[in-house]
C-alpha cells in the first residue's frame, strides 16, 4: 500500500470518528462519543509511526510551494487568532463571574472559562519556550 492509499484512509478514518462524535454529541450519546474517541486514540500511534511521511500522505505528489511570506502570514494569523480568543473568553468569563449575584448558576462556567483561558495561554507559554530552546 502506498503512502496516498495509507493517507486517504487516515481521512476517511478521521473522518468518520468527526462524524460518530457530531452524532454523539447531537442525540446525546456518550457511547458513540467515547467510540470516536477510542478510534482516534487508536489512531494516534499509527500517525506517530508514519510521522516522516505525513506531507507525502496528505499533500499529494509534494508539488504544494510555500514561500516564507505564506508562512509568515499564517504564523502572524495563528497568533491574533489565540490572542483574540483568549482575551474574549477571559473577558466573558470576569462578566460571568461579576454577574454571579444575579445569575448564581452561571458561575462555574465563569471559572471554567478563565481556567480554560489560563491553560490554554500556560501551553502556550511552555511550547514558545521549548520552540525557541529547539531552534
Do not use: H
Request: with cysteine; aromatic share 12%; charged share 15%.
Amino acid at each position: 500500500m502506498n503512502l496516498k492509499q495509507q493517507g486517504m484512509i487516515l481521512k476517511i478514518v478521521s473522518a468518520f470518528a468527526t462524524g460518530l462524535w457530531v452524532a454523539g454529541l447531537i442525540i446525546g450519546s456518550i457511547y458513540l462519543v467515547l467510540l470516536a474517541i477510542l478510534i482516534v486514540i487508536i489512531e494516534i500511534p499509527i500517525i506517530y509511526l508514519k510521522k516522516d511521511n505525513l506531507k507525502e500522505m496528505f499533500q499529494g505528489d509534494g508539488n504544494v510551494v510555500e514561500d516564507e511570506r505564506t508562512q509568515l502570514i499564517n504564523e502572524k494569523a495563528s497568533s491574533m487568532t489565540l490572542g483574540i480568543f483568549l482575551a474574549v473568553i477571559f473577558y466573558v468569563g470576569i462578566i460571568i463571574l461579576a454577574l454571579r449575584d444575579s445569575f448564581p448558576e452561571w458561575t462555574l462556567t465563569g471559572y471554567t472559562l478563565i481556567g480554560s483561558a489560563v491553560s490554554c495561554l500556560a501551553i502556550y507559554m511552555i511550547s514558545r519556550v521549548y520552540y525557541s530552546q529547539k531552534y
